[in-house]
């Protein structure tokens, strides 16, 4: 499995490498925007982890061109408030972020499930969850607690739906609207938190301590399995 | 106006007239009267024409009315009559002493009369300059001031418009000014020092002595030189105008140096914060990364991830500290406005509640008022308010107490509090907590090391809301945190869609 890691700092750089080396991934390296391109183009790595900020074409300019002509997973790194950056480059088709400074496992947790979603490929119907002691079927369109019937809204089960699909990976706002709603929605952050709110108030154990839907602040929802 | 000589010479000619025709009707008059009745003394009636002159027209019109007085007197009512010569002796002393005493008289008179307008003339200028003084010395606002100072100098000199002026490398700017304007800027010396050009009508008086200030701008009517007298009080009002100016710069300094002296203050806790709290956590993760080098002693596994732990954990540290600090300057600067939207309460709190362990979440307690359903906040703001709140209640309190996290419905506003069992406030005024850098006595180099910005940064959040922080002391041992957000704008962002 081949990672490249863009990142113009040499010792981020480095870290990542002998950090992703150790778990038995091969590491291409590039300093810039456009090294990126050139790196990509000569290496076809399978995972792309990206840092927005560079000199000499910046990260969502990279993410961009990638998108044209692939769909290689691309996990992006930002700095914490630059959450316009972060959401335009997700918005664009990279599939993660994480914040910096970030650790190994997340860096790793992350890019497994990215990786995840690219193997599963064209799934329509996300595998039977199971959040503590609630039960989803998706194909049967069955929620389940404790054996008991739980009754979800057609919204509610279709958020579900899309974040189970897209499992430990972040949907933004707009991303989740345009596909519960439609296109035409996508504007309205406001609708959807309501509708999160509920969901959780029937799924979560502790609805104000969310431990599967996790709120990923001024950017969207990330369902996390536990799985790790 | 076409020809300014005549005017200026009127006033003289105009008191040579006025005697003469004085002279002239008082004789007709006389003569009339003499061809039926004899009068005695007449020479004292010329004496009143004499002295009215004197006190309407001055002492040279005065001196031409007794001499017309002598000579009318003699060629008319002194034997023989039509003639200038006199044939009795005695008409010739009478003769002579009116004509001295009509000088006389004349002369005191005309000069009582000028020591009164002299002395109305101060009088109007005392007053003048007396309510500038007060205006001066009451009115600490600069434009408020300096417009008495303009009206009064008009009204003393006979002044069209007036203007304070002050110079610096770009060239003159009009401070203040009052009255006729149209193209003063374009008459006003490039510098201080240059002459105003003649033909302008203006008259430039420097404020100050010292260093060229500025200077106080007269437009004076044409053909209407300033009077001697009048330049005195206005000099006195520039000096005024000066001080005004001079007080102002003075004020500006003071405010400036003020808000330099409040920076300097945090930049010199923000030093010693650096030097203190950042070294601590970066000792711990030079100190343990050198123990991590392969070394001739190998360390066990467990040795090992005990260390990374702990480099983990001071980089985190490290890496708040640096937010709040951040989070700080971006408050002070004003330029961290919140995006104020409907939240679900449950997702602020899960936010706030998101950065703690398995074991410090387990001693908070969450209480929300069911049915308070969505608050109006910024979201990541108010929920990183609630961190800092919840991190400094776990941290002083004991492990086996519980930190109680509430929110709920108040008048016109959402409340949250955080309660806890621990340390309690220190002693003094509750509110020292929330300025920057303060840390509670003893703390500072005591085994829980706080940042001293996590209340500040706080504070300036839950303002940039409009919302109020307050800490009280909680019955039965402990502290209350009690953050008030107001509700008042669901109208504003429901009517904004």
């Given at each position: 499995m081949k990672v490249l890691v863009v990142d113009d700092e040499p010792p981020i750089r480095r870290a990542v490498r002998v950090g992703l080396e150790r778990h038995g991934y091969q590491v291409v390296e590039a300093f810039d925007g456009e090294n990126a391109l050139d790196v990509f183009a000569e290496h076809s790595p399978q995972v792309v982890i990206l840092d927005l900020a560079m000199p000499r074409r910046d990260g969502l300019s990279v993410c961009r061109e990638l998108r044209a002509w692939s769909q290689v997973p691309i996990l992006v790194l930002s700095v914490?408030?630059?959450?316009?950056?972060?959401?335009?480059?997700?918005?664009?088709?990279?599939?993660?972020?994480?914040?910096?400074?970030?650790?190994?496992?997340?860096?790793?947790?992350?890019?497994?499930?990215?990786?995840?979603?690219?193997?599963?490929?064209?799934?329509?119907?996300?595998?039977?969850?199971?959040?503590?002691?609630?039960?989803?079927?998706?194909?049967?369109?069955?929620?389940?607690?404790?054996?008991?019937?739980?009754?979800?809204?057609?919204?509610?089960?279709?958020?579900?739906?899309?974040?189970?699909?897209?499992?430990?990976?972040?949907?933004?706002?707009?991303?989740?609207?345009?596909?519960?709603?439609?296109?035409?929605?996508?504007?309205?952050?406001?609708?959807?938190?309501?509708?999160?709110?509920?969901?959780?108030?029937?799924?979560?154990?502790?609805?104000?301590?969310?431990?599967?839907?996790?709120?990923?602040?001024?950017?969207?929802?990330?369902?996390?399995?536990?799985?790790? | 106006m076409s020809s300014p000589p005549t005017r200026t010479a009127s006033p003289r000619l105009r008191g040579l007239a006025a005697a003469g025709a004085s002279v002239a009707l008082l004789t007709v008059v006389l003569a009339a009267v003499e061809s039926a009745h004899h009068v005695a003394n007449l020479s004292m009636l010329y004496l009143l024409v004499v002295i009215a002159i004197a006190v309407r027209h001055g002492r040279g019109a005065a001196v031409a009315a007794a001499v017309l007085a002598f000579l009318a007197c003699d060629w008319f009512f002194v034997a023989p009559r039509f003639r200038f010569t006199v044939s009795d002796p005695a008409e010739w002393v009478a003769l002579l002493v009116f004509l001295v005493t009509a000088t006389v008289v004349g002369q005191l008179t005309a000069l009582l009369r000028a020591r009164a307008d002299e002395a109305r003339q101060r009088e109007r200028e005392a007053a003048a300059l007396a309510e500038a003084s007060w205006s001066v010395a009451s009115q600490f606002e600069r434009d408020a001031a300096l417009a008495v100072v303009l009206q009064r100098a008009c009204e003393l000199s006979g002044a069209v418009g007036a203007a304070v002026v002050a110079w610096d490398a770009a060239g003159p700017t009009v401070v203040a000014h009052t009255g006729a304007q149209a193209g003063l800027a374009d008459w006003?010396?490039?510098?201080?020092?240059?002459?105003?050009?003649?033909?302008?009508?203006?008259?430039?008086?420097?404020?100050?002595?010292?260093?060229?200030?500025?200077?106080?701008?007269?437009?004076?009517?044409?053909?209407?030189?300033?009077?001697?007298?009048?330049?005195?009080?206005?000099?006195?009002?520039?000096?005024?105008?000066?001080?005004?100016?001079?007080?102002?710069?003075?004020?500006?300094?003071?405010?400036?140096?003020?808000?330099?002296?409040?920076?300097?203050?945090?930049?010199?806790?923000?030093?010693?914060?650096?030097?203190?709290?950042?070294?601590?956590?970066?000792?711990?993760?030079?100190?343990?990364?050198?123990?991590?080098?392969?070394?001739?002693?190998?360390?066990?596994?467990?040795?090992?991830?005990?260390?990374?732990?702990?480099?983990?954990?001071?980089?985190?540290?490290?890496?708040?500290?640096?937010?709040?600090?951040?989070?700080?300057?971006?408050?002070?600067?004003?330029?961290?406005?919140?995006?104020?939207?409907?939240?679900?309460?449950?997702e602020v709190v899960g936010l706030a509640l998101e950065p703690f362990g398995p074991a410090d979440n387990s001693r908070v307690r969450v209480d929300l008022e069911p049915g308070l359903g969505e608050v109006w906040v910024d979201t990541v703001q108010v929920a990183e308010v609630l961190t800092n709140l919840v991190a400094n209640a776990l941290r002083y309190s004991s492990p086996r107490t519980s930190v109680e996290l509430r929110a709920r419905r108040g008048h016109g506003c959402d409340v949250f509090e955080v309660a806890d069992r621990g340390l309690g406030l220190p002693p003094g005024p509750v509110d020292q907590v929330f300025a920057p850098f303060w840390r509670g006595p003893g703390l500072g180099e005591s085994a829980r090391p706080g940042v001293g910005l996590g209340l500040a940064v706080c504070r300036g959040l839950v303002e940039a809301h409009g919302g109020t922080i307050s800490a009280r002391r909680r019955q039965g041992g402990g502290t209350v945190m009690r953050v008030e957000l107001p509700r008042s704008r669901r109208d504003e962002g429901l009517g904004g869609g």
């Open positions: 914490r408030d630059d959450d316009r950056n972060k959401i335009a480059a997700l918005d664009l088709g990279a599939d993660d972020y994480l914040t910096k400074p970030f650790s190994l496992d997340e860096l790793l947790a992350r890019m497994r499930a990215v990786l995840r979603r690219a193997e599963a490929g064209q799934a329509t119907e996300p595998e039977p969850l199971a959040l503590g002691d609630v039960t989803i079927d998706f194909a049967r369109r069955s929620v389940t607690r404790a054996g008991a019937p739980l009754h979800l809204t057609p919204l509610e089960f279709e958020i579900l739906r899309c974040l189970a699909l897209n499992a430990e990976r972040v949907l933004t706002h707009r991303q989740l609207l345009s596909r519960v709603w439609g296109d035409e929605y996508a504007e309205d952050a406001h609708t959807l938190r309501v509708h999160v709110s509920n969901l959780r108030a029937k799924i979560e154990p502790e609805p104000a301590r969310p431990r599967y839907l996790r709120t990923e602040p001024r950017v969207g929802y990330r369902l996390r399995l536990e799985r790790e | 006003l010396p490039r510098r201080p020092d240059e002459a105003v050009p003649a033909g302008a009508g203006l008259l430039v008086v420097a404020l100050g002595a010292e260093e060229h200030v500025g200077a106080l701008v007269l437009r004076m009517p044409a053909g209407r030189p300033l009077e001697a007298a009048a330049r005195r009080a206005v000099d006195s009002l520039a000096h005024h105008a000066g001080v005004v100016l001079q007080r102002d710069r003075l004020m500006q300094v003071e405010a400036r140096t003020r808000a330099l002296h409040e920076a300097d203050r945090l930049k010199t806790a923000l030093l010693s914060m650096v030097s203190h709290d950042f070294r601590s956590p970066l000792a711990s993760i030079k100190a343990s990364a050198g123990s991590l080098l392969p070394g001739s002693q190998p360390l066990d596994p467990a040795t090992q991830t005990e260390l990374v732990q702990g480099i983990t954990a001071s980089v985190d540290r490290l890496n708040r500290m640096v937010e709040n600090v951040l989070a700080l300057s971006r408050l002070e600067a004003g330029a961290w406005r919140p995006q104020i939207e409907p939240t679900p309460v449950d």
